[in-house]
């Protein structure tokens, strides 16, 4: 008997082995990827997936070429929220969650506790480090920006852990975590509420921080402001890269759509001005340099904080936002946006070069992707017969179909208190002293905003509560986009095409925002590290990457992070 027992003891053991065999093979094989010394995580504001595809043949070699021809590459990849902006997008690509639950619906929202409209990352404990302080009154062309109350920024307002943040606590801190970008809301988010973050103040023509990350300024920092870099570009022009023949857009450089800023005009050359001109340091932006002190600045920070230099995975986020500002200024398809994408393939190639030198690109992770695609200007839409047009939301309250209902619910003050872009927000206040349900005023308002010129969908959030929305793609990125206590009464999705252009009086050829495809379309791209090259169509989302990035180094993913790893990345 004892003998049976044992026998059938033993092959038990056997069996489970064998079982488990396939099992431990599948842990070796995955061990043999080697831990990345350097993650970099690289964003191009406003980069549609088709952008890079569009100047291929005038690329040079080892900016987008090395990526496409050497990484794993998903060509159909998207953000799967509705409002295609550039912190929701950023935030997505941080930390795997949708905006329902990282928090960042939108640039801006209406607080109901401070009762005022807020910016994504302001916060008044930590302002901003360093003299000359207060609100940075130069974010010309940022008008979501102007809105903070303070110059203060932290990332205290993203609800989610960020890979960067799990990567720290993985590693107790040993982890070196960097987010820099022209953009404060391009910087904070990437690095988390556990990493540092680095952005370019317009008005002191300096990379700064705050109080959150830093009590005072490390040294190689003030050592590479005081080289005033930004001050080389002053009495220069933005020149085109190749002759004006070569590029697709070349008979069209001067076009009506265009913002003509003062001084910058709308054909090439673009003079920066001089430098204590009140326009210089925004126009540095609005061109291929801001993208080349971005990579300057993150150069400094490599070599001077040794990043990728010992046997713990670092972190570092580049978001370059120049493509973003031409973008809207010019128009996505425009002569400026063409030669930007060119000068943004040698900015890569230089940042993937010094990469490769310093830290070695066998040893560093790179994934690169956009916060957000972009919309074609209206006008060019117009010429091949598309519907694209503008809409105005400021006077929404007196159109007559609202004044109906208003009439109805006997309400003569204002109903819709706002609209900060996605959301209207009504004036729960009025409705409360009425003695309405603010549901059924919801509900019966979208049904008339829904019929205006324009006007693809209308969604009360009462409705994504109650679970009362058909299950298509459109009605489920609106629900990703909710979040209770942040987004409004009214989600307003425009016709494909159409949008809202006057940002605090400055009107742009073009801009990005909507839940259409051409907004939600960005590449995603796995590069370095061994990886093999591989080109993917199936559809992909930027959810995938954080739970790709976790899944890579097996640590535990961001608290928010949904989505699906990337078995390419995975199981090379
Ligand atoms: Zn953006």
Request: net charge negative; with cysteine.
């Amino acid at each position: 008997m004892g003998s049976i027992k044992r026998h059938i003891k033993i092959s038990a053991v056997l069996a489970a082995l064998l079982f488990l065999l396939p099992v431990s093979n599948a842990w070796s094989q995955n061990n043999t990827v080697k831990s990345p010394k350097l993650i970099l995580q690289v964003t191009v504001d406003q980069l549609r997936g088709d952008m890079p595809g569009s100047v291929y043949d005038q690329l040079g070699k080892g900016g987008f070429r090395y990526l496409y021809e050497k990484g794993i590459v998903y060509e159909n990849a998207h953000h799967r929220h509705a409002n295609t902006e550039t912190v929701v997008g950023h935030a997505t690509l941080a930390t795997g969650a949708d905006p329902a639950d990282h928090g960042m619906i939108g640039n801006i929202w209406f607080d109901k506790e401070l009762n005022r409209v807020v910016y994504n990352i302001e916060d008044d404990r930590y302002p901003m480090l360093g003299e000359g302080g207060g609100v940075d009154k130069s974010a010309e062309l940022d008008p979501t920006q102007k809105l903070a109350g303070t110059d203060g920024r932290s990332p205290a307002a993203i609800l989610s852990t960020t890979f960067s943040d799990e990567l720290a606590l993985r590693t107790n801190g040993k982890a070196k975590v960097f987010g820099v970008s022209v953009k404060d809301r391009g910087a904070v988010t990437m690095a988390g509420h556990a990493g540092k973050a680095f952005w370019f103040s317009k008005s002191k023509g300096e990379f700064v921080t705050s109080t959150y990350y830093y009590d005072a300024y490390p040294q190689w920092v003030s050592e590479w402001n005081r080289k005033k870099v930004p001050l080389t570009y002053a009495g220069t022009n933005w020149d085109l890269m190749h002759d004006k023949s070569k590029y697709t857009y070349g008979d069209f450089d001067d076009m009506p759509y265009e913002t003509n800023l003062p001084g910058y005009g709308v054909v090439f050359p673009h003079p920066f001005g001089k430098a204590d001109g009140k326009l210089f340091t925004t126009l540095l932006t609005c061109s291929p340099a801001g993208d080349e002190l971005c990579l300057k600045f993150a150069q400094e920070l490599v070599v001077r904080e040794d990043l990728g230099k010992d046997d713990v995975t670092d972190y570092l986020s580049i978001s370059f936002s120049s493509t973003d500002y031409v973008g809207h200024i010019f128009g996505p398809s425009s002569l400026e946006s063409e030669d930007n994408l060119l000068h943004l393939d040698k900015t890569l190639s230089e940042l993937f070069a010094f990469i490769d030198k310093h830290v070695g690109l066998k040893n560093t992770l790179i994934v690169l992707s956009a916060d957000h695609g972009a919309a074609a200007v209206p006008d060019q839409l117009n010429e091949f017969g598309i519907d694209a047009q503008y809409f105005v939301p400021d006077k929404l309250d007196k159109e007559k179909a609202i004044e109906n209902i208003k009439s109805k619910y006997g309400i003569a003050e204002e109903l819709i208190s706002g609209f900060n872009h996605p959301y209207i927000y009504l004036n729960n206040e009025i409705i409360r002293k009425h003695k309405l349900d603010v549901n059924e005023v919801s509900r019966a308002i979208a049904e008339e905003l829904v019929k205006f010129k324009g006007v693809a969908y209308a969604v009360p959030s009462i409705d994504l509560v109650e679970g009362k929305i058909p299950d298509t793609r459109l009605y489920q990125q609106i629900l990703r986009n909710f979040n209770p206590k942040r987004s409004g009464d009214i989600y307003l999705v425009l016709e494909p095409h159409w949008f809202v252009n006057d940002f605090d009086g400055l009107t742009v050829a073009s801009t990005h925002g909507s839940p259409w495809r051409y907004d939600t379309f960005v590449p995603i791209i796995f590069a370095g590290n061994g990886l093999a090259a591989k080109t993917i169509f199936r559809e992909v989302q930027t959810v995938d990457i954080a739970l790709t990035l976790s899944k890579y180094l097996k640590i535990k993913a961001p608290s928010g992070a949904t989505g699906s790893p990337l078995t390419e990345v995975l199981n090379q």
